[in-house]
């Protein structure tokens, strides 16, 4: 006969892996545009040289990430009102919508400047969807975990969310074995997006038998029927807790720049700079994040036990240190190996920030505002400075000054490191989340 308290933890391990499911194909979509863009850059973009047809296409990348702060403002309040299942739900629409819209979107040569229009329109929807989708299944996981395991549980979601650009990855591969490069130019790069759309819809059905976390269900039992009060606005609200907004803002800003560097940007890096083909790059990254993967709920297990702070003073001081020597030597070395090894180092300094800073912003913030203050703040630094790091990196190096990237990434990561050596222990705070 299974207990209560059996029932209650099957219950939430399902809810927590359903949840993790379609976070992972929510971010399989996000990054099929980045992993797939040395292809379909000369369908949307056909003048131009080889970098100048990937700054169109990241400057797309980028306005995507603009739209972020918007999904993470409407969703965010929509998960702390009607809750996070619901919000969680219109998010993997939104995502499935936009795949099919660039899966369909006709070429430069056939319709014009449409073409890129409706490329951007995507982007645009793809963002409004993520940017909800991130603080959201954060809040999400973070409340569905116990306070012992919180760190370890609500790694998943970095770890789905780089389980989506693995999976990218795991197709471009595939793709790339049973096409030639002019099918994978001409066509081949639309199934990856037909691919996402019916994932999503898949993960649609998961994420409508999951449960709602006990922590809103709470809030809703001890407070008033919010049909029938006034809504208080809820930016005002978010408002009333600027050290929480601004600790947010902090350690993202550093840790957002080097994740999108040394994942997104350096598949192009190995290309454009080291000199890699287009398919050692992919082999190389597609390794270098199977590896990666596995330092995510490392590191949530860590924080644990010996605290948050540790942990971020850990990725900080590795970040600011380890950068620039980093990138110089992997824009030398024409060795796959030795390639992957420096991006398996530099992801596993990153993963000191990715594994536990879903857990660390939710346990800043009451349950009222978590969702919204979890994601809002962190869409505004990502958009500022994880969306545009392609687009400013392939701006430097177009000019004649790649390694200023590099220190603008030492220069991010250093100031992150001052907000993890000044903020306070987020784990000692075990009893704000009704799922304890």
């Known amino acids: 006969m299974t207990t209560p ?50 700054l169109n296409t990241a400057a797309i990348f980028a306005v995507g990430f603009l739209m972020r702060p918007l999904g993470a403002w409407l969703l965010g309040a929509y998960a702390d009102r009607h809750g996070r299942r619901a919000a969680l739900l219109l998010s993997v629409q939104l995502m499935a919508g936009g795949s099919l819209l660039i899966a369909a979107t006709p070429s430069y040569a056939r319709i014009g400047v449409a073409a890129p229009m409706l490329l951007l329109l995507a982007r645009l929807v793809q963002g409004i969807s993520v940017g909800g989708e991130y603080g959201t299944s954060a809040t999400y996981l973070s409340e569905m975990a116990g306070a012992r395991h919180r760190g370890f549980w609500s790694s998943f979601q970095y770890l789905t969310l780089m389980g989506g650009q693995l999976l990218a990855l795991t197709v471009q591969l595939g793709l790339q074995q049973v ?42 039992a001890t407070g008033p029927a919010l049909e029938n009060t006034p809504k208080p606005d809820q930016l005002q609200v978010l408002l009333q807790h600027p050290k929480a907004v601004l600790t947010v803002v902090g350690l993202t800003l550093g840790g957002t720049l080097a994740f999108y560097t040394f994942t997104t940007y350096a598949q192009k890096f190995l290309v454009n700079t080291a000199g890699f083909s287009k398919e050692q790059a992919t082999l190389i990254s597609f390794g270098v994040m199977a590896v990666a993967l596995l330092f995510q709920p490392l590191m949530g297990a860590i924080s644990d036990k ?3 702070r540790p ?16 990138l110089r030597l992997l824009a030398h070395t024409h060795d796959a190996g030795m390639a992957a090894g420096l991006l398996i180092a530099a992801l596993f300094v990153v993963s000191a920030y990715t594994s536990i800073s879903a857990v660390v ?53 250093f100031l992150s490191l001052l907000v993890y050596w000044r903020m306070g222990e987020t784990r000692a705070e075990k009893g704000t989340m009704a799922a304890d």
């Open 5 to 54: 308290n059996a029932s209650t933890t099957v219950s939430r391990l399902r809810s927590i892996i359903s949840g993790s499911i379609g976070n992972l194909v929510e971010w399989y979509d996000w990054y099929a545009y980045s992993a797939f863009a040395l292809y379909f850059a000369p369908v949307f973009f056909p003048k131009g040289s080889a970098t100048a047809q990937l």
């Open 179 to 220: 096409l030639t490069a002019d099918e994978m130019s001409a066509w081949g790069w639309r199934v990856p997006f037909v691919i996402g759309a019916a994932a999503a819809l898949g993960a649609l059905y998961l994420r409508t038998h999951m449960a709602e976390t006990a922590a809103f269900e709470q809030q809703g």
């Open 306 to 308: 010996v605290g948050r």
């Open 311 to 326: 942990v971020l003073l850990l990725f900080g001081v590795g970040a600011t240190l380890g950068t620039v020597p980093l």
């Open 361 to 413: 912003k939710a346990e800043l913030f009451p349950t009222e505002i978590r969702a919204l203050g979890v994601g809002l703040p962190y869409a505004l630094t990502v958009a500022i400075f994880g969306g545009t790091a392609e687009y400013v990196a392939l701006f430097a190096k177009e000019r004649g000054v790649e390694e200023w990237f590099y220190w603008y990434v030492t220069g991010c990561a």
